[in-house]
């Protein structure tokens, strides 16, 4: 089973051909889409030679999608037939890895996403072949996926674990996208990450048309350990609630696990779970 995981360009490393002004690589992956050059949002190359801009993720990712936001103020067609490579290599300083996608154009201002369709590969390059010319991105953000089992301590109807990880937090039961136990005592949801993974954040959506106080007093446990079911592995949060319908976040801060679990401990209860996103940290 796979799942997106959001943007990992932040918590990557950067570097390009060269650098126009003060428009630094890291400025592709602020997280801001600010389109006008002066904002001092965007990275720029001089007028090179076959510029690029390279992203480090550190490790190999799976990758799903990368969207670009072009230079709004001046020259959109600049990024006109700009590659985008993926892969592991540095030859000719990562821009001989496999291609994901050719840039025909990209209107002014616009962002758009190209799909790499799970191609693997710790470098993502974005490239101008053949011509000299000024690169200009406002941002990269890069989507990527992450592979895991699904376990949980009962089933509910038809409410699978796999539900909680499809992607789409649609919180109403009947529209069958919510994980959901029977009224167990103690019962548990676990992914399994299939090795170690630093967890950054854990990100949960309630059930939305009943019953968002059962999630009070779950917690979320990671570790290495299936000790009573990967239950007794340490603890990142406590779910104080979680308003009914609504997504909130919980820092781990670098928690190492493969296992990552939701229980409610000491009663009797059912555990829904509409959606679960884990973010990895590199």
Request: net charge neutral; aromatic share 6%; hydrophobic share 30%.
């Amino acid at each position: 089973m796979e799942w997106k995981v959001t943007n990992v360009a932040r918590r990557g490393q950067v570097a390009q051909s060269s650098m126009y002004g003060n428009a630094k690589p890291e400025n592709a992956i602020d997280g801001n889409r600010a389109s006008n050059y002066y904002q001092e949002s965007c990275a720029h190359t001089n007028n090179d030679l076959n510029p690029w801009w390279r992203l480090d993720l550190l490790k190999t990712h799976k990758i799903n999608t990368v969207t670009i936001t072009n230079r709004q103020d001046c020259c959109p067609e600049r990024i006109n037939g700009a590659e985008i490579r993926i892969g592991n290599s540095l030859n000719d300083n990562g821009n001989a890895n496999p291609r994901c996608a050719v840039i025909s154009s990209i209107a002014a201002g616009a962002s758009q996403t190209f799909a790499c369709n799970g191609m693997e590969g710790r470098y993502i390059n974005i490239v101008i072949p053949g011509r000299k010319e000024y690169l200009t991105l406002c941002e990269v953000e890069v989507d990527g996926t992450l592979s895991g089992k699904l376990a949980q301590s009962s089933m509910y109807g038809n409410a699978k674990p796999e539900n909680a990880i499809d992607g789409n937090r649609a919180s109403n039961f009947n529209q069958g996208s919510c994980a959901c136990t029977n009224n167990n005592l103690n019962p548990w949801w676990r992914l399994d990450l299939l090795k170690t993974h630093k967890i950054n954040t854990v990100t949960i959506t309630n059930r939305q048309d009943c019953c968002p106080e059962r999630i009070n007093g779950a917690e979320i446990r990671i570790g290495n350990s299936l000790n009573d079911n990967g239950n007794a592995n340490p603890r990142c949060a406590v779910i104080s609630s979680i308003a009914a319908g609504a997504s909130q976040t919980f820092a781990c801060n670098g928690m190492e696990g493969r296992y990552i679990n939701i229980v409610i401990p000491g009663r009797t209860e059912y555990l829904t779970l509409c959606e679960v996103e884990v973010d990895d940290v590199l």
